[in-house]
């Protein structure tokens, strides 16, 4: 039976309400919801992803990359851009509406009734809509952290996979790389294989002695085992070397920068850690690289480029990926940030490529998280950055297009998917 549309936005902005609790550590709610829909969790073959940044791009590497080799793929990722559905996919189609709304009502008491938080029964819908949906795996992206994140009820991955370790959410994870390594080790597992994407040599060799105390049944680095070289950033499209064994071979994918050419890398990593069948051979890697899309990492629409750094390392990687490329200049950068997070940080790194900041307030952006937008551009002027503080979010919009050769929309999940809906930028279109 179809469900109005006003009801699917009624039951997800009551589902979006319970973000107002905070986060809660621990996993009993989100196995307990999962335990009465059927445990769907404990059938599922599963790549559980975590890490600071470029979970999303090894996330759909995997996808494509399975999608390729002929297999029904779920993927479970976060946040949305646009719209809630963008978060569970199943061979690259959003969850219905309607069954949005109808598992949310039948669960609504329980959910209630557990106090539980809107990442956990996100989680627990994401895992019971793939096992209905029968699909052969899933990928799953951690929300936060990763050894209590609601995604870690899944019992034994295919393969454990941390991309990389940077300082944030510092206020629950801890404030050193090396705390944060640890909470995200969290979901290796024992008898699972452990693959490492990790480029600082010591934290990447804890997180491998933390895999094999945690008793995983392998453990690769990428970057010894597997090695990146000869990365070519050309158009739209980003090509690589990568040798293994003493074979080498190139590759090609359409996510832009040097950053994506070891993200593949990793993702290939974790599908032949898997073994059989999961491992790809070159070709089915070529087909699922050429047909990745991935909205809002360096995403080039006309003039304007789309991307979700929202903390510094995300931003040096956006100025890296800017310098490499000829885009018209001058570059002009809306950007708008959550207050929590290191606003002056990013600045910092994007004022090495940008020409002029348009600084405004992302409309979707919590309200205990805004940032306070005279503070900003009080820290940019004193800086010496050329820049504007536009507080209407469509002025700010049309303000960096009139000023830029290239516009560059970044600051945070909320910041991209606000100018995408308002631009007409269909974040799953290919």
Same mark, same amino acid.
């Given at each position: 039976m179809d469900v109005p549309l006003s009801a699917y936005h009624a039951a997800v902005d009551a589902l979006f309400a319970r973000t107002a609790g905070g986060v809660k550590p621990g996993l009993e709610r989100t196995e307990a919801i999962l335990e009465a829909v059927g445990s769907p969790h404990r059938r599922l073959r599963v790549f559980h992803v975590a890490g600071t940044n470029g979970k999303g791009s090894v996330c759909a590497m995997l996808d494509s990359i399975l999608r390729a080799k002929r297999f029904p793929v779920g993927r479970?990722?976060?946040?949305?851009?646009?719209?809630?559905?963008?978060?569970?996919l199943v061979d690259g189609r959003p969850i219905a509406e309607n069954e949005v709304t109808t598992w949310l009502r039948r669960q609504d008491a329980l959910i209630e009734r557990l106090g539980a938080t809107f990442f956990e029964a996100t989680t627990a819908l994401a895992l019971d809509h793939f096992a209905r949906a029968g699909v052969d795996v899933a990928v799953v992206e951690t929300g936060l952290g990763g050894r209590l994140d609601s995604t870690n009820v899944i019992p034994r991955p295919l393969a454990a996979v941390v991309t990389s370790i940077g300082l944030d959410h510092t206020d629950l994870l801890g404030d050193t790389l090396e705390q944060i390594a640890l909470e995200k080790a969290g979901i290796f597992k024992p008898g699972a294989p452990a693959v490492i994407g990790e480029r600082n040599p010591a934290i990447a060799r804890l997180l491998a002695d933390t895999a094999r105390e945690r008793g995983a049944s392998a453990v690769l680095r990428v970057g010894e085992a597997w090695r990146v070289d000869d990365v070519r950033v050309v158009g739209a499209r980003t090509s690589f070397l990568l040798e293994r064994d003493g074979a080498v071979r190139r590759f090609t994918t359409p996510l832009i920068g040097d950053h994506q050419a070891h993200n593949a890398a990793l993702a290939i990593a974790a599908l032949r850690a898997a073994g059989e069948p999961w491992t790809p051979s070159a070709a089915e890697i070529?087909?699922?690289?050429?047909?990745?899309?991935?909205?809002?990492?360096? /995403?080039?629409?006309?003039?304007?480029?789309?991307?979700? =750094?929202?903390?510094?390392?995300?931003?040096?990687?956006?100025? %890296?990926?800017?310098?490499?490329?000829?885009?018209?200049?001058?570059?002009?950068?809306?950007?708008?940030?959550?207050?929590?997070?290191? &606003?002056?940080?990013?600045? %910092?790194?994007?004022?090495?490529?940008?020409?002029?900041?348009?600084?405004?307030? =992302?409309?979707?952006?919590?309200?205990?998280?805004? &940032?306070?937008?005279?503070?900003?551009?009080?820290?940019?002027?004193? /800086?010496?950055?050329?820049?504007?503080?536009?507080?209407?979010?469509?002025?700010?919009?049309?303000?960096?297009a009139r000023k830029a050769g290239t516009r560059v929309i970044t600051g945070s999940f909320h910041t991209v998917g606000d100018a995408m809906a308002r631009l007409q930028v269909d974040p799953l279109a290919g």
């Open positions: 479970y990722t976060s946040p949305h851009l646009v719209d809630f559905c963008e978060r569970i070529d087909a699922g690289l050429a047909s990745l899309h991935l909205a809002g990492r360096f /995403q080039r629409v006309g003039d304007t480029i789309f991307d979700v =750094a929202h903390n510094p390392a995300g931003a040096a990687v956006l100025s %890296r990926t800017l310098r490499m490329l000829a885009v018209h200049r001058p570059v002009v950068t809306l950007l708008a940030v959550l207050a929590d997070k290191d &606003w002056r940080g990013m600045m %910092r790194e994007l004022a090495n490529t940008t020409g002029r900041f348009v600084l405004t307030v =992302a409309p979707t952006a919590p309200a205990g998280r805004v &940032w306070d937008l005279d503070e900003a551009l009080e820290y940019a002027r004193g /800086q010496g950055y050329a820049c504007d503080a536009v507080p209407d979010f469509d002025i700010a919009l049309a303000t960096a």
